[in-house]
Structure formats: C-alpha cells, structure tokens
C-alpha cells in the first residue's frame, strides 16, 4: 500500500520531468499517439501481472504532450476535435488500458475549467497542463445511496474553502499533481477543489484491488480538513444546471477505453491462431487460421467491432459539430447523450465479447498463465462497469419513444 502526503513543487515542470512537447494540431496528436503506443505496449501484460504501477511510463505519457492536446487553441493549445481525442485514446488504450483510461478524467476536468472557470483559472491551470501537469479525481464515494448522494463537504471559511471527506475509484489521482475533488456546499451544490499533491491533509491510498485495470491505481483518497485557496475552486454544479457537452465528453473517453480493449483483445487472437493453434479433428484443415467456423467468428469479431468504432466516430462528430456552436441548447445535449449512448453500446459489448471469444478460438493453450490474455476480458469487464450499460438502451429507447431527454450528469 502506498501513499502520499509530502508538501510538492508549484513549479510547472518537476526537476525529475523533460522538457514537455506541445502538439500543434489533431494530425501530430494521432501522430503522437501511434508512436507513444508501441513504447506503452511494450511491458503492459508484465505490468498487469505483476500489478507495478507504471510510474515512468505515466511520465512519457504527460510528456508527450497528449494529455493537453484539449487545452483551447485560445490558450496555446491544440483544441482537437473530438474525434481526434477518441482516436487517441482509443490507441492508447490498445496499447495499455490502464494507461488508457488515466487521463479519462483529467480531459472531463479540463473542459470544467473551459466551461466554468474564470479568465485567471483558465489561464493559471492551462498553463500548467501544457507545462505537463496531470489531474487525477476524487468524485465518487463508497457506502452511498447511488453516485450522486455524496457526504464530502466543501465549505467556503474566509477567503479560503475546507475539504472534509473519503472519496474511491480515485483513478489517476496517485500519479497526479493535482487532485480535484468533488464536493457539496451547503445547499447541496457542487464544488470541485483542485488539490495540488502535497496539500496537508490530503492522502492518497494505493489500496486498488479490482480484477481488472489493475495498474489505475482506482484507489482511495482522504480528506482531512484541507485548505484550499478560492483560485482553485470552481462550480461543478454548473456544468449540469445548464446545458453543457462535459456529460458527454466524459462518456465517449470510456467509449474510447473499452474500443481500444476490444482492439487489443482481437489482435491477440489473430496473433494466437495463425501461431499456436490447432484446428478442430474435424474441420479437415491443417491450421487453425483455415478453420471455417473460426474464420467466421473471426469475421462476426471484426464487423461488431467496425460498427461499434463507426458510432463511436458518429457520436463524437456530433460532439464536434455542437461544440462549434455560439450556444449549446438541451435539445443538443440531449443528442449528443443519445449519440454517445449508442456507440457506448456498442464499445461494452465487443469489448466483453472480444475478451471472451479469445480463448474459444485461440484454444484451451491460451489459458496458461505465461500468456496473461485474460486480462483483456477482466479489463473489459471492470472498466465498463463505470456505469451500467443496460440503462444506456433505456435511454436511447426513451428518447426516440417518447421524446425524453436524458438527465445531464456525468454518465450521461
């Protein structure tokens, strides 16, 4: 179990960290992507084995200078479209899942600060996220009546607010600089706190132990009283009361996460067939690759998998074409929900199918341990639980029935 709570640098750029890359536009993201993926890739089933924490593979990856490639072009960054931003992840997830899904909430935390934050935040943390800095998260709680009925307080005390509670599923925010951390005001408004590492009060527990995602460290972080200056405070609640994308956004990087796995899943069964396995007796072929009932399965993988990347572009063009809007109405939001919710679909079901599929095609050698491909389908299996999928064909259904649109919160 690991933990942190030593005071940190406020510089932009820790004495340990290189110079970090700013990227230009969408076609150098992808670019970026592709390149930092085959680094990544290397090492990732070892890393799930053995559940070591990839410390120095995270530094590549903020040095790479993909995780602020949303930063608004207004502030010296890219400004990818949307598309790009899924096709990036999408990549990295293929690679390195865990890897993957760190910076899915570092991206929803940057769009609150376009969306809420004041010229001063904007500038001040954008700054610091082209400089290389990361957010982890600390939203959700454990022992609660669902997601949203939080107990962590955020209380404003002079010109300063306090932090008191215990939040979980804390992905990201053991290698973070800082750690925003959701919270209600009195009147059960949202607040989001953004703790630079080393604030006193503030700990971070690697106490992770999901079967799946392994090396996220989703653990646990407490808050002790923490003082927090109002410069990093910002109005959560906002991005809900009023019809905003960052719902959306938020959903289509998990979208992204679990395409990538699927991905990965159906590349090792190729690799798997054409090398190590045999044909059934009675198929009267001489290799498992010219087995016609695996040729078929291996054909149905790669249609799932197609249609599920095509809604996946299809949701975040539609995310791309609001966002380029002067204002976004409910009535966009509640089309981007449904868009994203389709894909999302999708992504959850190849993803568990692909992980599954693997060992009836690849055969019973796959199992062995020295192989690790389960973590594929226990990757699979943990990461789409963020949010249950069954509601995602409520909601889609609900909307083209009878014209209701779906409740604008995270998962959604």
Aim: hydrophobic fraction near 40%.
């Amino acid at each position: 179990m690991a933990e942190f709570g030593e005071a940190a640098s406020s510089n932009i750029r820790d004495e340990s960290r290189h110079a970090v890359r700013v990227i230009a536009d969408d076609a150098q993201a992808i670019a970026v992507a592709h390149e930092l993926a085959g680094r990544l890739a290397q090492g990732a089933a070892a890393r799930d084995t053995e559940r070591r924490l990839p410390h120095e593979e995270i530094e590549w990856f903020s040095q790479s200078g993909l995780w602020a490639i949303t930063v608004p072009k207004a502030y010296g960054g890219a400004g990818v479209s949307f598309v790009t931003l899924t096709e990036v992840i999408k990549i990295i997830a293929a690679a390195d899942p865990s890897l993957g899904q760190l910076p899915q909430n570092h991206f929803g935390l940057v769009d609150v600060i376009a969306l809420t934050g004041t010229e001063e935040q904007k500038k001040y943390f954008f700054t610091q996220v082209l400089g290389g800095k990361r957010f982890g998260n600390g939203f959700s709680e454990k022992g609660t009546k669902n997601v949203l009925d939080l107990k962590t307080s955020v209380t404003r005390d002079g010109g300063d607010y306090v932090v008191q509670g215990t939040k979980f599923y804390s992905t990201g925010a053991l290698f973070a600089d800082f750690v925003p951390v959701l919270g209600l005001d009195s009147e059960r408004k949202g607040w989001l706190a953004y703790i630079p590492k080393g604030t006193p009060g503030l700990t971070v527990i690697d106490d992770w132990s999901g079967f799946g995602q392994r090396t996220t460290a989703s653990g646990t972080v407490v808050l002790e009283s923490v003082r927090v200056p109002a410069s990093h405070v910002l109005p959560a609640h906002r991005v809900s009361d009023f019809p905003t994308l960052n719902g959306p956004i938020s959903q289509i990087i998990q979208a992204a996460i679990d395409a990538g796995i699927a991905k990965a899943a159906l590349d090792d069964t190729l690799t798997f067939v054409r090398s190590r396995s045999r044909p059934w007796i009675d198929s009267g072929v001489e290799r498992a690759s010219d087995d016609p009932l695996t040729v078929r399965e291996i054909g149905h993988l790669h249609i799932q998998l197609h249609a599920a990347e095509a809604l996946l572009e299809r949701a975040a063009r539609v995310i791309d074409e609001i966002a380029a809007k002067r204002e976004t109405t409910e009535d966009d939001v509640a089309r981007a929900s449904v868009a994203v919710g389709e894909a999302k679909v999708l992504t959850t079901e190849i993803a568990l199918l692909a992980g599954e599929k693997l060992f009836e095609l690849a055969g019973t050698q796959s199992t062995l341990g020295e192989h690790n491909l389960d973590r594929h389908w226990r990757n699979a299996r943990v990461h789409t639980l963020h949010d249950p999928v069954r509601w995602k064909y409520h909601l889609v259904g609900n909307y083209y029935l009878n014209g209701v649109k779906p409740a604008r919160h995270p998962w959604n």
